[in-house]
């Protein structure tokens, strides 16, 4: 069965840090281009980070520049989104989802044929 699992969502304080990681079944990543997507109640669905499958390059919104990190491991077939310095504007469901490309090239939704099912990302005081 093939499937991606996000897990590390929760509550966090305003400036807090949070890890989540996306761990796939029933394929490898390693040709695959990850991206991390979160949506808001009410708003569109919007990609925040993106890594490619050949060379590791990484893409960022420009409201998570400095501040997300992503990575892969292909042997432990998971790719990691380190998020610090949170604000309450990162409140979201996050989605992991893969695109069989080199390279990040869409923020588009559709063309990621693999989709998690989010893991909750809080950030109150």
């Known amino acids: 069965q093939v499937q991606l699992v996000e897990s590390g969502g929760g509550l966090v304080q305003p400036g807090g840090s949070l890890r989540l990681s996306c761990a796939a079944s029933g394929f490898t990543l390693d040709v695959y281009a990850i991206g991390w997507f979160r949506q808001a109640p009410g708003k569109e669905r919007e990609g925040v980070a993106c890594?490619?499958?050949?060379?590791?390059?990484?893409l960022y919104h420009d409201s998570v520049v400095g501040r997300f990190t992503i990575s892969r491991d292909n042997a432990k077939n998971t790719v990691v989104l380190q998020m610090s310095g949170l604000k309450p504007e990162d409140t979201a469901l996050y989605y992991c989802?893969?695109?069989?490309?080199?390279?990040?090239?869409?923020?588009?939704?559709?063309?990621?044929?693999?989709w998690g099912q989010g893991t909750q990302v809080t950030v109150s005081s």
């Open positions: 989802a893969a695109e069989l490309a080199l390279q990040c090239n869409t923020w588009s939704p559709g063309e990621y044929g693999y």
């Open positions: 890594i490619s499958s050949n060379n590791g390059s990484t």
